[in-house]
């Protein structure tokens, strides 16, 4: 059966014509920076928004028009991956995420649960070889449920840590199975509402433990995928653990997981810790940890996760900045954790929703390339901490400068010479660099 009947297969139509069904900037096999476009970027098209999601918000129901809600149970999880993978040969995206509550339904027991997951799992792996379509990542929902309502391995009941091993533990088995690049946790459920009922050191003292077990269980059944923590600073929770790329890198780092854990960043999530996405993005770069990156968008007037589709030119261009200064990709992706509006209700919007994303990143990733080939930035920024190249400076970064030989260095200068030597950051002027630089490639 066909649930898109009337898309044909989206296609590179190039920037002369008007935006529609066909990709403006997206052209897969085109090179830049040395690679394929579809290498560069990795797109991945997020199960649980694009398949399950029905456009609910807090004050309504759902407004979604899908051709398969008429089915119920397991068939209607069959109905969903035959959907997907329709979506899928026909968007041209090269890779899906899932979770696995999106993809089956749960059993009375896990025993059950487990059962409903190998049926579509088997499915999924028939339909990727004929498709071709790889999984970039698979994640355990460990948010819906309400077991989880305290946590998961920060949870202050140990069965429901139990649980959420078991649970973890047939993921890892399903991401070996289906060859996945990734292996994501995202801890929605993990922090706390107060500190007046909360062991703080035990929940993260036990969240150190389970991703033990996870990396000594990935490595015993031999899954070669990267495993990726993804931070949030809040929503569901009031006070996530794994607050921004920093807070998780500390986390690592103190539980000595850093050699076996990366991250996978989102824009949206930036935004509520306060922070650009290319903020997070270095700081993972910076600490040898980009892993991979969730893309969507989050709006200035509305103060929670809302996943909008990316279509920000500066944040894709800046975002894939980082990626390439990071030598690309690697097995990371760019996967669209984000969900059309709620008015924008029709079959025909998943497809434009996730053209206009794959089209921003597109182009921000031209610009970006053009930006490091002609190093706009990197030649203003050498220039601008030369000092540290020579005399004073090049004893600081060499360690050959203390504070004694500091002071005798400094102490009978005139002003002129110490704030006299600032020059101005400039950032006027690299902005409007930056707008020609997208403007060339728009
Ligand atoms: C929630 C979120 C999740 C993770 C996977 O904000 O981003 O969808 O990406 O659990
Ligand atoms: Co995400």
């Avoid at 993978?85 to 899906?96: A, D, T």
Wanted: hydrophobic fraction near 40%; aromatic fraction near 12%.
């Amino acid at each position: 059966m066909a649930y898109f009947p009337e898309i044909k297969k989206i296609e590179f139509v190039g920037k002369q014509k008007k935006s529609g069904l066909g990709f403006n900037y997206y052209n897969p096999d085109e090179t830049v920076a040395g690679k394929p476009m579809k290498d560069q970027l990795r797109f991945s098209v997020a199960y649980w928004h694009t398949f399950v999601q029905e456009g609910v918000d807090p004050f309504g129901v759902g407004t979604a028009i899908r051709p398969w809600q008429k089915f119920k149970g397991m068939d209607l999880a069959k109905a969903r991956a035959e959907a997907a993978f329709e979506f899928f040969e026909k968007l041209g995206n090269p890779f899906f995420c899932f979770h696995d509550r999106d993809v089956a339904p749960e059993g009375d027991t896990l025993r059950e649960t487990n059962k409903n997951l190998d049926v579509i799992v088997s499915l999924f792996k028939d339909y990727m070889k004929q498709t071709g379509v790889k999984l970039l990542w698979n994640t355990a929902n460990m948010f819906t449920n309400p077991r989880f309502v305290h946590g998961v391995a920060s949870s202050c009941n140990a069965n429901v840590f139990a649980y959420a091993a078991a649970q973890v533990k047939k993921g890892l088995e399903i991401a070996k199975e289906l060859g996945a690049e990734n292996y994501v946790f995202w801890g929605g459920r993990e922090g706390y509402e107060s500190l007046l009922n909360t062991d703080y050191k035990l929940e993260q003292d036990n969240m150190g433990r389970f991703f033990h077990m996870v990396v000594d269980y990935a490595k015993k059944i031999g899954f070669k995928g990267q495993l990726l923590l993804e931070p949030k600073p809040k929503e569901p929770m009031t006070h996530q653990y794994d607050f921004d790329a920093a807070t998780a890198i500390n986390f690592l780092r103190t539980y000595d997981l850093d050699k076996d854990f990366k991250l996978n960043l989102e824009a949206n999530h930036a935004m509520l810790a306060g922070h650009t996405y290319e903020h997070e993005i270095r700081v993972a770069r910076t600490a040898g940890l980009l892993g991979s990156l969730d893309a969507n968008q989050g709006n200035g007037l509305l103060g929670w996760d809302i996943d909008e589709f990316p279509t920000d030119l500066y944040t894709t261009t800046l975002a894939m900045y980082e990626v390439l200064k990071n030598g690309g990709p690697h097995k990371g992706g760019l996967n669209f954790d984000a969900k059309v509006r709620r008015s924008s209700f029709e079959p025909d919007d998943l497809f434009y929703s996730h053209i206009v994303g794959m089209d921003s990143f597109a182009l921000g990733l031209k610009a970006a390339s053009r930006l490091i080939e002609d190093h706009v930035f990197d030649d203003f920024i050498d220039k601008r901490y030369s000092s540290y190249k020579e005399g004073i400076g090049a004893d600081i970064v060499s360690g050959k400068a203390d504070f004694e030989s500091l002071e005798k260095y400094i102490i009978d200068k005139p002003e002129s010479e110490i704030g006299g030597k600032n020059r101005s950051g400039r950032l006027e002027l690299l902005k409007d660099t930056l707008n020609h630089y997208i403007g060339l490639e728009a």
